[in-house]
């Protein structure tokens, strides 16, 4: 989870002049977005060695294509490979009216089709600004590029006539007991998630989706995470050194997806609605330095799972399996696994609280300790749900949970993730539009 960025004037939030570009009005940035090219790209080296033999490293890497179409976004479930870095973009929409907003998501969805597909950006003279960033050569890779839209409460007020169709549990993110939410870091008209292999796609992406959507939104703020490898084995672990995202449901299964996560056809919901899901954000900052006094009996039972496997308190091994479900019904007191401790209050596995506890974590870590008198690193927490009531729930038990000393959340929002774009002709969010 994270601490907070907001940008300013002609600067992107990575620091890059967007005066690089030259201005484009937003409906040529539409046209701009619809052009195509073929893929390929070409590695130029440095010097006489590297022009008589290409170095093996210089090959260009593999990159994997995530299918942009479908009646869900990509990006939300994503199995079984999750992408290793993300950008959470908030935006305020400065759109002056209905038609300019529809051309905003019509751009936001040309944008994302070629960028995720790859390709090659239109030509420009060499005395015209250029149609890209460059930062991925000549053609633009796929690099298992996915881009995740969802929208805000705030989208929803009296500016574009939409205040009837909001999605029904659809609010502005509060403060919980022990939040220090920063104005400049928390909610949003629309959230972008960009996720992918490498960091440069990611860039390259946002740099692109700015230049074309500058004259009708405007960025709030950012968070930049990555998801870090596997140590060992299983899932990954946070800056606290614990596996995360253990429990979660089977995105290959698509009864537990249709049952926790994807709002269905008929329900309490608006009918454009159906095939999105509940998305939220939480930048929660770590207090590393206070973490790392902690003996490590004491942080698993902060935690309720060993630190070295993942497994429940009652497995001892150092290669138990983290899949191993916790058991409370034995331990009504708490004596193994404290009722205070994290897993345990997100999930006490009573029948009172079974419909608040499942949700689709895909969480990154972040670092933006540079230049700054001490560390700053924490969690973008990122989960998905069918209703955002699940989520609130959950987090209203862990506002007494035993790591709140040792973490505070800074910033986020609440966002339903639109559902997908089926075909060239669709676009994000034209059931809400139309």
Same mark, same amino acid.
């Given at each position: 989870?994270?601490?907070k960025?907001?940008?300013?004037g002609?600067?992107?939030?990575?620091?890059?002049p967007m005066g690089?570009?030259a201005? @484009?009005?937003?409906?040529q940035?539409?046209?701009?977005?619809?052009?195509v090219? *073929? /893929?390929? $790209?070409?590695v130029?080296g440095?010097?006489?060695a590297?022009? *008589?033999?290409?170095?093996?490293?210089?090959? $260009?890497?593999?990159? @994997?294509t995530?299918p942009?179409h479908?009646? %869900?976004q990509?990006g939300i479930?994503l199995?079984p490979h999750?992408?290793?870095v993300?950008?959470f973009? #908030?935006?305020?929409?400065?759109?002056?009216g209905r038609k300019?907003?529809?051309?905003?998501?019509?751009?936001?969805? /040309?944008? /994302?089709?070629?960028l995720t597909a790859?390709?090659r950006?239109p030509?420009t003279?060499?005395?015209a600004?250029?149609s890209?960033?460059g930062?991925l050569g000549p053609?633009?890779?796929?690099d298992?590029? *996915?881009v995740?839209?969802?929208v805000?409460a705030?989208?929803?007020?009296?500016?574009?006539?939409?205040?009837? @169709?909001k999605?029904?549990q659809?609010v502005?993110m509060k403060a919980?007991?022990h939040?220090d939410?920063d104005?400049?870091l928390s909610?949003?008209?629309l959230?972008?998630?960009i996720?992918?292999?490498?960091r440069?796609t990611?860039?390259?992406?946002?740099?692109?989706?700015?230049?074309h959507t500058?004259s009708v939104a405007?960025l709030?703020?950012?968070?930049?995470?990555?998801?870090n490898?596997?140590?060992?084995?299983?899932?990954?672990?946070?800056?606290?050194?614990? +596996?995360?995202g253990i429990s979660? =449901?089977?995105t290959?299964?698509?009864?537990?997806m249709d049952?926790?996560?994807?709002v269905q056809p +008929?329900?309490a919901?608006?009918a454009?609605?159906?095939?999105?899901?509940? %998305?939220v954000?939480?930048i929660?900052h770590f207090f590393i330095? #206070?973490? !790392? +006094?902690?003996p490590?009996?004491?942080q698993?039972r902060?935690f309720?799972?060993r630190k070295?496997?993942? /497994?429940?308190?009652?497995?001892l091994?150092?290669?138990?399996?983290d899949k191993?479900?916790p058991i409370?019904?034995?331990? =009504?007191?708490g004596?193994?696994?404290p009722l205070?401790c994290h897993i345990?209050l997100?999930?006490? !596995?009573?029948?009172?609280?079974?419909? *608040?506890?499942?949700?689709?974590?895909?969480s990154f870590?972040?670092?933006?300790? =540079?230049?700054?008198?001490?560390l700053?690193?924490?969690h973008a927490?990122?989960?998905?749900q069918q209703?955002?009531h699940?989520?609130?729930?959950?987090?209203t038990?862990?506002?007494?949970?035993a790591?709140v000393p040792?973490i505070?959340?800074?910033?986020?929002?609440y966002?339903?993730a639109l559902?997908g774009?089926?075909?060239?002709?669709d676009?994000?969010?034209?059931?809400?539009?139309?």
């Amino acid at each position: 989870m994270a601490d907070k960025t907001s940008p300013d004037g002609e600067w992107s939030a990575a620091g890059c002049p967007m005066g690089a570009f030259a201005r @484009r009005t937003f409906l040529q940035g539409t046209a701009a977005g619809l052009v195509v090219g *073929t /893929a390929g $790209e070409s590695v130029l080296g440095n010097g006489t060695a590297a022009a *008589t033999t290409a170095p093996e490293a210089d090959a $260009e890497p593999t990159s @994997r294509t995530i299918p942009f179409h479908g009646y %869900h976004q990509a990006g939300i479930s994503l199995p079984p490979h999750p992408q290793r870095v993300a950008i959470f973009v #908030a935006l305020d929409v400065t759109a002056s009216g209905r038609k300019e907003l529809t051309e905003l998501f019509r751009t936001l969805t /040309a944008r /994302a089709r070629f960028l995720t597909a790859g390709g090659r950006p239109p030509e420009t003279s060499s005395t015209a600004a250029p149609s890209s960033s460059g930062i991925l050569g000549p053609t633009v890779v796929a690099d298992g590029l *996915t881009v995740t839209v969802g929208v805000g409460a705030s989208l929803f007020d009296d500016r574009y006539g939409l205040r009837a @169709r909001k999605p029904v549990q659809l609010v502005t993110m509060k403060a919980f007991e022990h939040d220090d939410l920063d104005p400049a870091l928390s909610q949003g008209d629309l959230l972008l998630q960009i996720c992918a292999d490498n960091r440069d796609t990611t860039v390259n992406a946002l740099l692109d989706i700015l230049m074309h959507t500058k004259s009708v939104a405007k960025l709030r703020w950012r968070i930049d995470g990555q998801r870090n490898p596997h140590r060992p084995v299983g899932v990954r672990r946070d800056w606290f050194g614990f +596996k995360d995202g253990i429990s979660n =449901p089977d995105t290959t299964s698509a009864s537990q997806m249709d049952q926790a996560v994807w709002v269905q056809p +008929k329900s309490a919901e608006p009918a454009w609605t159906a095939g999105g899901t509940y %998305h939220v954000v939480r930048i929660v900052h770590f207090f590393i330095e #206070a973490w !790392q +006094k902690v003996p490590v009996a004491q942080q698993e039972r902060i935690f309720g799972r060993r630190k070295a496997s993942g /497994a429940p308190l009652y497995a001892l091994g150092e290669n138990d399996n983290d899949k191993f479900d916790p058991i409370y019904t034995n331990d =009504p007191q708490g004596v193994i696994t404290p009722l205070n401790c994290h897993i345990r209050l997100a999930n006490p !596995q009573t029948p009172e609280t079974a419909a *608040t506890s499942t949700i689709l974590r895909r969480s990154f870590d972040y670092d933006r300790s =540079p230049n700054l008198p001490e560390l700053d690193m924490g969690h973008a927490f990122n989960c998905f749900q069918q209703e955002l009531h699940t989520y609130i729930a959950m987090q209203t038990r862990l506002q007494s949970e035993a790591l709140v000393p040792f973490i505070s959340p800074r910033g986020g929002g609440y966002f339903f993730a639109l559902p997908g774009v089926r075909d060239n002709k669709d676009y994000y969010a034209r059931g809400l539009l139309t």
